[in-house]
């Protein structure tokens, strides 16, 4: 066949320059061989469609290549190249373009010229980067980017779309272009999850339809502001989202994130935020930042607290948190919607300024002070609540000096109360006390003790150790006596018994 020549394999250590007087050629083979240089000979194969010189020692190629104008195959794959001539890029009738396995560091602009282009491959490479100009293969199907040094892609590559297949396994890419996404053809594309930051390493996991899906949606959201990632497998929320700082709306519904960074504060522009059905045991603090909010979701979680902080969320006006183990805000707080659980937390952070804690009026039926994150209060209101008992905790407030008890259903005080030896004042009135708590005689800085409204027959001896006593109220109880140990509370300056039983 006189339009085909073949010189694969023959030893040869020079070009045969002789072909290249057969003009009419238009397939051409030199592979495996030693050859070192393509001659300027070569520019007269104006007929060549098909150049194969794979597997030889070529370390440049001629300026005349370019004057194979019908040139449409070319692979020059395990040479020596360092460079790429910019002559290439006029090479524009190219479908396939193959230069793996050499030395090349970078290709040239020039290339971008090739909108004709149907394949190129470059792997096993030292390229270090990719010229913007990449974009401008349009017509391209196949990219093999393998086995390089890259860092990361120009975002022209998202012009790339009638692009089926890219490989970019064994380079050091961290983050994929968001322009990827625009490439509604690509369905195959290799890439090393474990260097991955963008998509995150679970997404890519799940193959290029994912990837995919991920990629997009957060490029079509710097148009619409909004971004859902609902039910994509993501395991932490991802840090490169906290970038997207025009975002109005996020949804991260039915994931499986854990944890939160504080990076999630920086989007402050967030008007709706939903963290719905995960697996998120804490909130960072920082988020009381995101004060443009008016909706959170925080449904199916693993919380036990929401942060005081949040109470600076002015604009909030749906807070959902069914479905968690909340300790604070305690369930009925939570059942009486978000003003009351903003309340509640506005509360709970001036106490960490002010150290007086009031938290009455709110039908509380615990307290678990321990998630309060507050040790330091001095006064602490509990008064008109549904309290059968107190946590043992409370023994852990020791700077409290007032403590207001009042109108709950408490019969007892756990045995942790005597830890309270800073207490002046103790207000116990309309519980269900059928005997003083024993552990009040150990208050022995009490100067106020109101006990008035409950069901107690006597004062007990033990009492007279409250030396500093000035004030006692048991009025409306049981007491058939008066107080025996009266005359020991020498600083009693204040003694209400009336409306019990005591005789004249």
């Known amino acids: 066949d006189t339009k085909k020549a073949d010189f694969g394999g023959l030893g040869l250590s020079m070009f045969p320059v002789e072909v290249c007087a057969m003009v009419e050629i238009g397939t051409l083979s030199v592979a495996d061989n030693h050859i070192k240089i393509l001659p300027g000979a070569v520019q007269m194969l104006v007929n060549l469609v098909s150049l194969n010189m794979d597997s030889n020692e070529i370390s440049s190629l001629h300026p005349g290549i370019r004057n194979l104008q019908s040139l449409r195959y070319l692979s020059i794959e395990n040479n020596q190249l360092t460079s790429v001539i910019p002559n290439v890029g006029k090479l524009t009738e190219l479908r396939v373009l193959r230069l793996s396995g050499n030395n090349l560091s970078q290709i040239p602009a020039t290339m971008g010229n090739l909108g004709q282009l149907r394949e190129l491959h470059l792997g096993h490479n030292k390229l270090e980067s990719m010229p913007a100009a990449i974009g401008g293969l349009t017509s391209l199907n196949m990219l093999a980017l393998e086995d390089n040094s890259l860092s990361d892609l120009p975002p022209e590559i998202g012009f790339l779309t009638n692009l089926t297949m890219l490989s970019l396994v064994g380079n050091v890419i961290t983050n994929l272009p968001l322009e990827i996404g625009n490439l509604e053809?690509?369905?195959?594309?290799?890439?090393?999850?474990?260097?991955?930051?963008?998509?995150?390493?679970?997404?890519?996991?799940?193959?290029?339809?994912?990837?995919?899906?991920?990629?997009?949606?957060?490029?079509?959201?710097?148009?619409?502001?909004?971004?859902?990632?609902?039910?994509?497998?993501?395991?932490?929320?991802?840090?490169?989202?906290?970038?997207?700082?025009?975002?109005?709306?996020?949804?991260?519904?039915?994931?499986?994130?854990?944890?939160?960074?504080?990076?999630?504060?920086?989007?402050?522009g967030l008007v709706s935020l939903s963290l719905a059905d995960n697996n998120i045991k804490y909130l960072p603090v920082e988020m009381a930042t995101l004060t443009n909010l008016t909706e959170m979701s925080l449904i199916d979680n693993q919380l036990s607290t929401i942060p005081a902080e949040f109470a600076t969320l002015r604009l909030l006006k749906a807070l959902h948190l069914d479905n968690n183990d909340l300790k604070?805000?305690?369930?009925?707080?939570?059942?009486?919607?978000?003003?009351?659980?903003?309340?509640?937390?506005?509360?709970?952070?001036?106490?960490?300024?002010?150290?007086?804690?009031?938290?009455?009026?709110?039908?509380?039926?615990?307290?678990?002070?321990?998630?309060?994150?507050?040790?330091?209060?001095?006064?602490?209101s509990l008064s008109d609540n549904q309290l059968a008992s107190l946590s043992p905790e409370i023994g852990s407030l020791s700077d409290i000096r007032r403590l207001w008890l009042q109108n709950n259903l408490l019969a007892t005080l756990p045995p942790s109360v005597r830890s309270l030896t800073r207490l002046v004042a103790l207000c116990l009135d309309k519980n269900r006390f059928e005997a003083f708590p024993p552990m009040v005689r150990y208050l022995t800085r009490l100067q106020e003790l109101s006990i008035n409204d409950n069901v107690i027959e006597e004062v007990p001896a033990a009492l007279a150790d409250l030396q500093d006593l000035q004030s006692l109220a048991v009025r409306g109880n049981k007491l058939t006596g008066f107080p025996e140990i009266f005359h020991k509370w020498t600083s009693l300056t204040e003694l209400i018994v009336a409306e019990n039983r005591i005789s004249d």
């Open 185 to 268: 053809l690509l369905r195959i594309m290799s890439v090393d999850d474990s260097k991955l930051q963008t998509p995150p390493k679970e997404v890519v996991m799940k193959g290029t339809t994912a990837v995919m899906e991920y990629l997009r949606k957060v490029s079509q959201s710097r148009h619409s502001r909004i971004l859902d990632l609902s039910c994509m497998g993501l395991w932490n929320f991802p840090r490169e989202i906290a970038r997207l700082k025009y975002l109005t709306s996020l949804s991260l519904t039915g994931n499986v994130i854990g944890t939160l960074g504080p990076e999630i504060a920086e989007l402050t």
């Open 328 to 380: 604070t805000p305690p369930k009925e707080v939570v059942m009486r919607g978000t003003a009351e659980v903003l309340s509640y937390l506005e509360r709970v952070h001036l106490a960490r300024s002010t150290r007086i804690l009031e938290l009455s009026f709110l039908d509380l039926t615990s307290l678990p002070v321990e998630y309060l994150g507050i040790t330091n209060v001095t006064e602490l």
